[in-house]
T-cell receptor, first 116, second 113 residues
C-alpha cells in the first residue's frame, strides 16, 4: 500500500512566521506535488517536483517555496506566513507517465493550517 | 485550455437512492480521467480511473463512471447510496504532456437517512 504522510494534521502559526510543511512517501515515486484546497476552489497546484532537486511552479506558487533534497521527502515552505495562506494543504505522489499509462496520484491526509 | 467542470456544488440524496455526479472536461486528445473521494478531514482517495477501452469503468465502494466522448463527460454513478458515502467528490483530468492533474471544484454529497 502506498503511504503518503504529512508531518502535521493541524498547525497554528502567527503572521510573519516561517512555516515548514513536510511530506514523505514510501513508494519511491519520482513525482511529488503540493496542493492547496479551499472551499469552492477545489485543489490548486502550488508546486510540483519530478525528481530530487527538480521543481516546477504550479498555478499558485506566490508566497511559497519548496525543497526536495531526498526522493521520498518534499517540503513546502511559507517564508512569511500570511492570513490568506490559511488553508488545507495536501501532498501527493505518483510515478511518471510512461508507456501510455498514467498512474494515479496518491494523497496524504492533509495539513490544516491556520495563520493568525 | 484544459479544464474540468463539476456543475453541482452540493447534492443531497436519501440513503438508498441512486446517485449521479456530473463531470465535464475540456481536452484536446483522449483524456485520462479520475474520480477521487475525500471524507471529512481526510486526504483524497481514488475511486476509479479511465484511460482507454471500455467506457464504463468500475471502481471501489460500488461506484462506476461512464466516459462519453460526444458529451465530454465522465459522470460518476452509484445505484444505492449509503450514509457513509457522504463526502466531497472530485473529478480530475490528466494534463496534456505532464504528470499533473487538473481538478474540478468538487461536489459535496450529503446523505439523509
Amino acid at each position: 500500500d502506498v503511504k503518503v504522510t504529512q508531518s502535521s494534521r493541524y498547525l497554528v502559526k502567527r503572521t510573519g512566521e516561517k512555516v515548514f510543511l513536510e511530506c514523505v512517501q514510501d513508494m519511491d515515486h519520482e513525482n511529488m506535488f503540493w496542493y492547496r484546497q479551499d472551499p469552492g476552489l477545489g485543489l490548486r497546484l502550488i508546486y510540483f517536483s519530478y525528481d530530487v532537486k527538480m521543481k516546477e511552479k504550479g498555478d499558485i506558487p506566490e508566497g511559497y517555496s519548496v525543497s526536495r533534497e531526498k526522493k521520498e521527502r518534499f517540503s513546502l515552505i511559507l517564508e512569511s506566513a500570511s492570513t490568506n495562506q490559511t488553508s488545507m494543504y495536501l501532498c501527493a505522489s505518483s510515478t511518471p507517465f510512461a508507456g501510455g499509462y498514467r498512474e494515479t496520484q496518491y494523497f496524504g491526509p492533509g495539513t490544516r493550517l491556520l495563520v493568525l | 485550455a484544459q479544464s474540468v467542470t463539476q456543475p453541482d456544488i452540493h447534492i443531497t440524496v436519501s440513503e438508498g437512492a441512486s446517485l449521479e455526479l456530473r463531470c465535464n472536461y475540456s481536452y484536446g486528445a483522449t483524456p485520462y480521467l479520475f474520480w477521487y473521494v475525500q471524507s471529512p478531514g481526510q486526504g483524497l482517495q481514488l475511486l476509479l480511473k479511465y484511460f482507454s477501452g471500455d467506457t464504463l469503468v468500475q471502481g471501489i465502494k460500488g461506484f462506476e463512471a461512464e466516459f462519453k466522448r460526444s458529451q465530454s463527460s465522465f459522470n460518476l454513478r452509484k445505484p444505492s447510496v449509503h450514509w457513509s458515502d457522504a463526502a466531497e467528490y472530485f473529478c480530475a483530468v490528466g494534463a496534456l504532456g505532464t504528470d499533473k492533474l487538473i481538478f474540478g471544484t468538487g461536489t459535496r454529497l450529503q446523505v439523509f437517512p
